[in-house]
């Protein structure tokens, strides 16, 4: 029998890689350090629907067995109780610990970057960004560069996303540990892939680094998050992840 629906097939998985209207969860991530930062948030919010749930249910206990029209005596001296003091004392801080491990140690994978295997260097000007492979160069012998502007909304063709898509995106290959290092040309910038997990400044007279290694091919798409004056919300980012076959070929055509 035919099938009739090829999107909705087992094998097929359609991946939220870029914002949608009214969007409130995170997008779909496609490295560790997001699916770390998505796993992370469950568990916190886990311990956020508890303490919600119980707080709740304690002011509700007082208002209903406490009130006035049920209890008329006040009890001069019965307003203290060692044990419940150290239950919420204590609680809070096992909560915390719980949190803090988990967050610590995301935070750390987070900022290591170990033995990448390419650089890509990045600049934030006004309003645009600037890429470097330092890795590689072309037929002069200088490193591959190139200029990302933002397609105006009157150039947009089938598919593009309004604000979102580059004239030149950021081609990387996937299953690769790649390290970027942004600054920032004139004022500060911030380099933000969500879908990634990547969050940088980008500051003047400064070079900070972070990596990532994407797991999926696709296109991840960003902005700037560090307001940088009047056209801040019109640099936009967009990074595609390909095999490393097609990687090689991109290469040799920017050579």
């Given at each position: 029998m035919f099938n009739l629906f090829p999107l909705f097939s087992a094998n097929t998985a359609i991946f939220n890689d870029a914002p949608q209207p009214w969007q409130l969860g995170f997008q779909d991530g496609a490295s560790p350090t997001q699916e770390g930062i998505t796993e992370l948030h469950d568990s916190i919010f886990f311990y956020l629907v508890v303490i919600c749930f119980g707080v709740l249910w304690v002011l509700s206990s007082v208002i209903v067995n406490f009130n006035s029209n049920k209890s008329q005596l006040v009890y001069k001296y019965a307003n203290h109780g060692t044990l419940i003091e150290l239950i919420w004392t204590i609680t809070p801080a096992l909560v915390l610990i719980a949190i803090a491990f988990p967050s610590f140690k995301l935070l750390y994978l987070m900022d290591e970057v170990i033995s990448p295997s390419m650089t890509v260097k990045v600049a934030g000007h006004q309003w645009y960004w600037s890429y470097e492979y330092s890795d590689f160069i072309n037929e002069d012998g200088e490193s591959i560069e190139f200029d990302s502007y933002?397609?105006?909304?009157?150039?947009?063709?089938?598919?593009?996303?309004?604000?979102?898509?580059?004239?030149?995106?950021?081609?990387?290959?996937?299953?690769?540990?790649?390290?970027?290092?942004?600054?920032?040309?004139?004022?500060?910038?911030?380099?933000?892939?969500?879908?990634?997990?990547?969050?940088?400044?980008?500051?003047?007279?400064?070079?900070?680094?972070?990596?990532?290694?994407?797991?999926?091919?696709?296109?991840?798409?960003?902005?700037?998050?560090?307001?940088?004056?009047?056209?801040?919300?019109?640099?936009?980012?967009?990074?595609?992840?390909?095999?490393?076959?097609?990687?090689?070929?991109?290469?040799d055509s920017q050579a």
């Open positions: 933002m397609v105006p909304e009157t150039d947009l063709e089938n598919g593009q996303l309004r604000l979102l898509d580059v004239d030149n995106r950021v081609v990387v290959p996937i299953d690769t540990h790649i390290r970027f290092i942004v600054t920032g040309a004139d004022v500060i910038h911030d380099f933000a892939v969500p879908s990634l997990g990547l969050k940088i400044d980008a500051v003047p007279g400064r070079l900070n680094q972070t990596s990532v290694l994407i797991e999926r091919e696709g296109v991840f798409y960003g902005q700037c998050s560090e307001i940088c004056g009047v056209y801040h919300g019109f640099m936009p980012i967009a990074i595609e992840a390909v095999t490393p076959e097609k990687y090689l070929a991109w290469i």
